[in-house]
């Protein structure tokens, strides 16, 4: 028999039978292992010089080639099947089945039946249940029940369509695990990483390298983390962000479910608003789309972009609420601010952007307070404003912003005006000082450019002549008082309505009688750069 298979004959029926028993009988003799066997084929031959060892079998057009492995059948119109390898090639049209839920067709295929694995090449496809995939060369371990491509594939599942450079499928768990290139379409999303596994029952994604996610409403970025795409429910870390129509997110780690329009960000986040040109960082966040809001804590600042310099906001917590045509920024508890010369303190701050007014107040004194504090010690409790050597203060500021101009110009309180100049041109601790029941000021170029204060207006203020010498100091009330500033100092003081007024020697005054009452120097709480917030 071998001696017609080394001169190429043709065997006939009966000695093709014959050979097919020979040949499983040697096989399984050979080996305690399991081997390949030839179910069927058409013809027989050998190469020695090209295939050592090999038997060629072949098919013709109405039958394939058969052979058979541990409940792996495999079709193929030629096979070069190595005996005492117990391996084989098998080229054209190949066909691979397992069970009856595994198909995979390619144009060649090459299997090491003592290792279980094969690779196969050429126009290659794996079906299953599951998923369709495609790719050039396809490489599957039937030990671990695994197959992997390293050259492109491509897979299409009821869900998604998935492509990646490298990528590997664990059937039994139902994984798939991909690298470089990786593109997963879906109708409701768009997934690109450049490593992700994605679990099949859950459908659950799993990053590790730099991911994006992009669905209708939100564009997701991040280089670690995990996506529940069925509940679409998501942890995103390492430089996580996420992007909407109204603002982007950023953090360490950012906790988001789309379906209930929620996200929490944890330590270095970032929050721009991209309509209000606000933007607010801090270490921790909450943040809800539905009702267009968001809350932050643990050391929070806000920026509000303004032409020029921008408003610096640092509190305990700061609060986003409303829509972007009626949104508001509302800081509660140790609340400061800085925005060019200007700094400020308060317990409450609230912005709003749709009538551009700033406010700052302090808490709500109970009955009791009102009862027992004296005027200066609710001083110390009221907002302040510092500029240049300027402290402005009362029970309530408010600042206005030219909604045209995008800039603060004005300043407004209601009760209980009180301010405070440094004496830059004295030798001592001196301080110029008005008061009064209400306060409207101008501002230009972030600067404090005339104040009016009306309504039991008092003034201390010392007096000089040309030569900077000490005249005396002017103790004087009206109804209202008119102040320039210039060069972060007193210009010009204009008095209204029949005012009273006596110069006095300094040395004729007592120490308390050169303050109002009510009068606190709180210029060591000065800020004096945002960094000091």
Aim: glycine content about 6%; aromatic content about 12%; overall charge neutral.
């Amino acid at each position: 028999m071998l001696d017609l298979i080394e001169n190429k004959q043709y065997l006939s029926k009966e000695k093709i039978l014959f050979f097919f028993l020979s040949i499983f009988f040697s096989i399984n003799i050979y080996s305690q292992e399991k081997n390949i066997e030839i179910k069927s084929a058409e013809s027989f031959d050998r190469n020695e010089i090209e295939y050592p060892d090999g038997n060629i079998l072949k098919g013709n057009s109405n039958k394939k080639v058969h052979l058979t492995h541990d409940d792996m059948d495999i079709f193929s119109k030629k096979a070069i099947f190595f005996q005492k390898q117990n391996s084989f090639i098998a080229t054209g049209q190949v066909h691979v089945k397992q069970g009856d839920s595994i198909n995979l067709f390619c144009d060649s295929l090459n299997y090491d039946g003592l290792k279980r694995k094969f690779s196969s090449y050429g126009s290659v496809k794996f079906i299953n249940d599951e998923m369709e995939l495609t790719s050039k060369i396809l490489f599957f371990d039937r030990n671990l029940n695994e197959i992997y491509f390293n050259d492109n594939g491509k897979i299409v599942d009821s869900l998604s369509t998935i492509e990646s450079k490298n990528g590997k499928y664990l059937i039994d768990s139902k994984k798939y695990e991909f690298k470089e290139n990786v593109v997963v379409t879906n109708p409701e999303y768009k997934i690109r990483s450049n490593m992700m596994d994605y679990f099949l029952e859950t459908e659950k994604a799993l990053f590790y390298k730099y991911s994006t996610i992009i669905t209708e409403n939100y564009n997701i970025f991040c280089n670690d983390g995990f996506y529940d795409t069925k509940n679409k429910i998501g942890i995103f870390k390492n430089d996580a962000k996420i992007s909407s129509e109204e603002r982007v997110i950023y953090g360490d780690s950012i906790f988001f479910n789309e379906n209930k329009q929620f996200a929490s960000a944890s330590n270095n986040i970032k929050i721009i608003d991209k309509k209000e040109n606000l933007i607010i960082e801090g270490e921790y966040a909450e943040v809800f789309e539905k009702i267009d809001s968001a809350l932050i804590t643990k050391n929070p600042v806000a920026i509000n972009i303004t032409k020029n310099d921008s408003l610096f906001i640092a509190a305990d917590t700061l609060y986003s609420i409303g829509n972007k045509n009626k949104r508001k920024l509302i800081g509660y508890y140790n609340v400061r601010f800085f925005k060019g010369s200007m700094s400020g303190k308060s317990d409450k701050i609230v912005i709003d952007k749709y009538k551009g007014l700033t406010t700052l107040s302090r808490n709500e004194l109970s009955k009791r307070q009102l009862q027992i504090l004296s005027e200066n010690e609710i001083n110390k409790l009221n907002p302040i404003i510092w500029d240049g050597n300027s402290q402005i203060s009362g029970d309530e500021i408010i600042l206005k912003e030219d909604l045209d101009k995008n800039i603060i110009d004005s300043l407004k309180i209601s009760n209980n005006s009180f301010i405070v100049e440094i004496d830059t041109l004295g030798k001592g601790n001196n301080y110029n000082q008005m008061k009064g029941i209400k306060l409207f000021g101008k501002i230009i170029d972030n600067k404090i450019h005339k104040i009016k204060i009306d309504k039991n207006a008092e003034l201390i203020y010392y007096m000089y002549d040309e030569n900077n010498e000490l005249i005396g100091i002017d103790k004087a009330l009206a109804s209202s008082i008119l102040i320039s500033f210039k060069e972060n100092g007193i210009d010009d003081i204009i008095f209204y309505n029949q005012p009273e007024g006596v110069l006095y020697p300094e040395m004729n005054l007592e120490d308390n009688e050169k303050k109002l009452f009510g009068f606190i120097d709180r210029f060591k709480e000065r800020i004096l750069s945002k960094d000091k917030l």
